[in-house]
């Protein structure tokens, strides 16, 4: 990303593979994080890997009370539990958080107002996508009712460090996460169907990789690049009269659009059904 970032103290509660990867954020080069960086895990094993000079790693196995001594004087402590353990943990660390602690939660359904209800500090929501694993993230982020724009820009700092952030209000964040949430596994999905088309037509399971995987990497690029969206893009590629225009006319009588704004919708949906229980 080639950031220069300087941020204080962290604590990460439950660092499994988001957790995990916006550790890696935090240890590349270009961040300074003063007054280190302190992490818990369940198991031995997993708080061993992730130790090192610029990490403190805590087991609960072997540390009890490893979250309280995790955010013991931490200026932002990121949650990164399951949905279901948050308010036990919440809790659990509300005495011992520091006066000026920010609270953030990559916890999908957990609202603002049930952590603000267990904790005293500024709370904040985030919804980070799979791709901060390779510091190309997507993150949503959504302030409570506590706090202002200077702990905010801390969360986006925190955040950037793997990859690109959008500030919205809550009432937005389970549709940001259809999108951007999801939104890479419906990019597998379309890839795997490419892949299976090109197989049936004749080529091989490496060939078809090559051929998709790499379409997919270079037209994503094509467009990370260009000054020009998608739709003009497209156009360049479909010559009038041509194979791809005929191509682009099956899937346009298909209904994709719909198709999308269907899926999407029920994803919707069943995040309103999460959050209700």
Known sequence: MGLMTTLPSIAILGTGSMGGAILAGLVAPGVTVEGGIRV?????PKARALASDAVRSFALDETPD?????VQDARLVLIGVKPAMVPDLLREIAPQLAPDAIVVSVA????????????????????????AVVGRAVTGIAAGSRGGAAELELVRALFETVGEVLVVPESKIDALSTISGSGPAYVFYLIEELTRTAMGLGFTPEEAAVMVNGTFRGAAELLAASDVGPAELRRRVTSPKGTTERAIAVLEGADLAGLFDRATAAALERARELAAQ
Request: charged share 10%.
């Open 66 to 70: 490893a979250n309280l001594r995790a």
């Open 40 to 44: 818990t895990n369940r198991t031995v």
């Open 108 to 131: 999908a359904g957990v609202t603002i107002a049930t952590m603000e209800a267990l904790v005293p500090s500024i709370v904040l929501r985030a919804m980070p996508n799979t791709p």
